[in-house]
């Protein structure tokens, strides 16, 4: 009788024995007139970034009566079976590279914070992040210093026509909205027209904004609403942390950033959005650098923020998610 077993390993979970009939006889020696089973052992380790599989093939020639030749394949399954799982332990630690960001501040640190661990633990890829301004950010990557920009699509867009940025690597992320907060606790006033927002914003002691995109935006709410002044002579002008630690402290008594911002700082409740007319979508991307020393485990790790573990994160978090 001759038969072929077909160990499949798939993701390191599942164990599957198939057994067929098979014509193959490669017999590599004899020993009493017996012959010595021959075995194949094809343990094809894939990129651990992928899913992983182990295949092992063990051909019988002739299986005698007695046992003795049963015994030995056996053995010789359990050592080759033991050996490449061996080798599947040993994969991701040995294959995976390590990547560096450059990202924009404003609700990224708090983001990026919760998704590079899920990505790191799934993929055993190793990620640096640095945080920075806009002019340090594109020096960065034309230098060749990272593998990987995220930070506002205006900015990646320009990065990309400059070359720093491959054309292919642009990746839209999420879609950040801007929204009003007040301390935990506090009366919430009616923001859902621009007038209610109006009143409310002029019957607060103080304002709170920052000098970022959202900072930037209100501007223009204020000017449009024609408050500027009176918000200004009141204004609590935040720099180096969130809008929402004033508002929880105390010093603003209401306050205007990021929801995404907003939302996991602890003392504040958020009242919600600005009302549609004023709002304003800060949308973040991706790019692949045209200097990357790692490109291909840059594009892996965009390819998990578009995930859909990774969109329920975003989502938690208050982005909106293309």
């Known amino acids: 009788m001759v038969a072929m077993v077909v160990i499949d390993l798939l993701d ?13 006889h490669s017999p590599v020696g004899q020993e009493h007139g017996r012959t010595i089973p021959s075995a194949e052992l094809d343990c094809a380790l894939q990129h651990p970034r992928q899913s992983i599989a182990a295949r092992i093939r063990v051909y ?9 030749l049963m015994n030995a394949w056996s053995k010789f399954v359990a050592i080759t079976i033991a050996g490449c799982l061996s080798a599947l332990a040993a994969g991701p630690a040995a294959n995976a590279a390590e990547i560096t960001i450059v990202a924009s501040g404003g609700p990224l640190p708090d983001v990026m914070g919760t998704l590079l661990p899920m990505f790191e633990s799934a ?4 990620v640096n992040i640095s945080f920075k301004g806009g002019p340090a950010i594109t020096a960065d990557v034309k230098r060749g210093a990272v593998d990987l920009v995220i930070t506002n699509t205006e900015a990646v867009d320009e990065l990309a026509t400059a070359g720093d940025v491959v054309n292919n690597g642009k990746t839209l992320l999420m879609i950040s909205r801007v929204g009003v907060a007040v301390k935990a606790g506090a009366p919430k006033a009616d923001i859902s027209t621009p007038d209610k927002l109006k009143a409310a914003l002029l019957a607060a002691k103080t304002v709170g904004y920052s ?4 900072g930037q935006h209100f501007a223009t709410v204020i000017q449009k609403l024609g408050i500027a002044d009176a918000i200004k002579a009141k204004a609590v002008v935040v720099q180096g942390r969130p809008v929402g630690a004033a ?3 105390g010093e603003a008594e209401i306050g205007v950033q990021q929801i995404a911002e907003l939302r996991p700082v602890p003392g504040i409740d ?3 959005d600005m009302p549609a007319d004023l709002q304003k979508q800060i949308p973040y991307s991706a790019g692949v650098a045209a200097k990357a ?7 892996t790790l ?9 969109l329920e994160v975003l989502k938690r978090k208050g982005m909106d998610v293309p």
């Open 12 to 24: 390191m979970a599942v164990l599957r024995l198939t057994l067929a009939p098979s014509q193959h």
């Open 60 to 68: 019988q020639t002739t299986v005698m009566e007695g046992g003795f």
């Open 123 to 126: 993929t055993g890829n190793k």
């Open 211 to 214: 000098q970022g995109a959202s």
């Open 247 to 249: 508002i929880a402290s």
């Open 270 to 272: 958020v009242i919600g």
């Open 293 to 299: 020393k790692e490109p291909e485990t840059a594009r």
């Open 302 to 310: 965009v390819s998990f923020l578009r995930s859909e573990a990774a």
